[in-house]
């Protein structure tokens, strides 16, 4: 472990997961307030922080469940006593399937669900679930634009319905309807319009299940940055916010709006000076993190600071060059960066050092660490 209970923030070995306990309790209530009062259950997904604890605090601040993204995810959330738990995903391959069912089976007074976009998966299914002896919630997965699962149109959605429907293992419940890269379109006019196609397109399918005479009861989607747009489109009736509760350098590049409640970088990653460079040549600190303590795919981790910038990231190392005014570093200092993408940043650690007013309140495991399967 990073840190024991108790420890100064300076004491917290290196590199860790740092969460201002703070500014995660603020983004908490944050997402509840903003969506009392519209007819939504809260079902924040799992995938960004993938700690049971936390999901534990979103379930008592009144999220109705989570989401995962694996079966293998599923487990650790489960086993932590989580009882409802939806896969928003499609899980292929016999092994995945039977793992799934073999969960259903192992936490028969829990809610497990999964969505399917294929006739012959959702047979694969149903059988490792008979295997098991055991049912399983379904939500017909459809396509409002992500382009990466999901059926594309009502009409299939119907006939995906009706296969599913037929068998006693499974449990149709709905849809998901999830645009994934409308997340991130910066201005909030875009995000606007394009869960308003997405809305339109996912009722359309709702209403043909519903003159199919099949059950639609529950239309699941949304993300930090839409969920107020499915919250309010009358269509959803379940959003599945993530990043919200640890926030981002990539969503802090989606444009501010009065309209739109602000969370808080609530994740930082402590890290130490470990080199020291200032001459005529270079005014360089070199930090003890690097590719194996942060993912790079939306960009560099960055000072949570100003005067430095990142020159260079490798596996073990960040090399920051002094750019302007700025807090001195010396050998030994610990600063703080804030992580360009949570969710497979989250993934590399073990721990999650929670801190308030500059002492480790907790210490958090990542139970669904690795959980790739
Ligand atoms: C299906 C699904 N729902 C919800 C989310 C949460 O999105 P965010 O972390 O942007 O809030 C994701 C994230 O990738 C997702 O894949």
């Known amino acids: 472990m990073p840190a024991r209970v108790g420890d100064a923030l300076a004491d917290v070995d290196t590199p860790a997961l740092i969460v201002d306990l703070d500014k995660f309790d603020a983004n908490l209530a944050r997402l509840m307030q903003a969506v009392a009062g519209h007819k939504v259950r809260v079902r924040p997904h799992a995938k960004s922080h993938k700690c049971v604890e936390i ?42 399937l039977a793992r799934l069912a073999g969960l259903a ?28 002896d055991t049912r399983m919630d379904v939500y017909i ?38 645009f994934g890269s409308a997340q991130h379109r910066r201005s909030i006019g875009e995000r606007r319009q394009a869960i308003s196609a997405a809305s339109a397109l996912a009722r359309s399918a709702r209403d043909a299940l519903v003159s199919a005479g099949l059950p639609c009861g529950t239309i699941t989607g949304g993300g930090t940055g839409t969920f107020l747009f499915e919250a309010t489109s009358g269509v959803y009736n379940e959003i599945q916010p993530g990043s919200y509760i640890l926030m981002d350098l990539d969503y802090a590049k989606n444009v501010q709006d009065p309209s739109w409640p602000t969370f808080e970088q609530s994740l930082f990653i402590l890290t130490t000076v470990m080199s020291r460079r ?66 497979p940043t989250v993934n590399l650690h073990e721990w999650i050092v929670a801190v308030r007013n500059d002492r480790v309140e907790q210490v958090w495991r990542v139970d669904a660490r690795g959980a790739v399967y």
């Open 141 to 178: 997965e459809l396509d409002v634009g992500h382009n990466r699962a999901g059926v594309s149109d009502p009409a299939a959605a119907v006939a995906l319905a009706r296969v599913v429907d037929a068998q006693p293992s499974l449990t149709l419940r709905g849809l998901q309807a999830y």
């Open 278 to 343: 200032r001459d005529a040549i270079s005014d360089r600190a070199t930090l003890d993190a690097g590719l194996k303590a942060f993912s790079t795919d939306s960009g560099s981790a960055m000072p949570a600071f100003p005067g430095w910038q990142v020159r260079g990231v490798s596996d073990e190392h960040t090399v920051l060059e002094r750019v302007g005014d700025g807090p001195e570093l010396a050998l030994g200092d610990k600063p703080l960066l804030i992580p360009g993408h949570i969710d």
């Open 55 to 96: 999901a534990r605090r979103q379930v008592a601040a009144g999220a109705a469940g989570i989401c995962v993204q694996k079966a293998s995810e599923a487990e650790p959330f489960l086993a932590g006593g989580i009882e409802d738990v939806l896969v928003t995903n499609e899980v292929v391959g016999e092994r995945k």
């Open 105 to 132: 089976a192992r936490f028969p007074a829990a809610r497990l669900g999964v969505c399917v976009d294929d006739a012959g998966a959702a047979l694969k299914l149903a059988r490792a679930c008979d295997e098991a």
